[in-house]
């Protein structure tokens, strides 16, 4: 994504996200379901094109548990309810382990993609998936 496109952004406070209000909804949301000693760390910007997974961490103590795979899940129904792509970039910050983290987003239909052919600066996206609603 350019400066110069306008992304929605959680929490971002831009007037111009108030038809993205569902992607703060989402991350408050997300953040909500976590159990109470857990920490989710979320950040997200939409478009009409791309949902953009800028970071995903769980604390440490929570790690294994199926957290990131539940919200994961959660993100990807999202984009395709919306009919969205889904980009994201796997690292190994932050104590992650990458291998492991892009085996996770492989089964979530997420790709490595050519920069060619990237949406934005993410290095990995999951294809759009038309659905009824996306398409109307």
Same mark, same amino acid.
């Given at each position: 994504?350019?400066?110069?496109?306008?992304?929605?952004?959680?929490? &971002? $406070? +831009?007037?111009?996200?108030?038809?993205?209000?569902?992607?703060?909804?989402?991350?408050?949301?997300?953040? @909500? &379901?976590?159990?109470? +000693? *857990?920490?989710? *760390?979320?950040?997200?910007?939409?478009? +009409?094109?791309?949902?953009?997974?800028?970071?995903?961490?769980?604390?440490?103590?929570?790690? $294994?548990?199926?957290?990131?795979?539940?919200?994961?899940?959660?993100?990807?129904?999202?984009?395709?309810?919306?009919?969205?792509?889904?980009?994201?970039?796997?690292?190994?910050? !932050?104590?992650?382990?990458?291998?492991?983290?892009?085996?996770?987003?492989?089964?979530?239909? !997420?790709?490595?993609?050519?920069?060619?052919?990237?949406?934005?600066?993410?290095?990995?996206? @999951?294809?759009?998936?038309?659905?009824?609603?996306?398409? &109307?």
């Amino acid at each position: 994504m350019t400066a110069s496109e306008d992304l929605y952004e959680a929490g &971002s $406070g +831009d007037s111009a996200a108030d038809d993205a209000g569902w992607v703060q909804d989402l991350v408050r949301g997300l953040k @909500r &379901s976590m159990p109470p +000693d *857990g920490l989710l *760390g979320l950040d997200l910007a939409a478009d +009409d094109h791309l949902l953009e997974l800028r970071y995903l961490r769980v604390s440490i103590g929570h790690r $294994g548990d199926g957290h990131a795979t539940r919200v994961l899940a959660r993100l990807c129904a999202e984009a395709d309810a919306r009919g969205l792509v889904l980009a994201c970039t796997p690292t190994d910050e !932050f104590g992650a382990d990458r291998t492991r983290l892009e085996a996770l987003y492989r089964r979530h239909g !997420f790709v490595p993609v050519d920069p060619a052919h990237r949406l934005s600066e993410h290095t990995w996206q @999951r294809p759009r998936k038309m659905t009824d609603k996306s398409a &109307s």
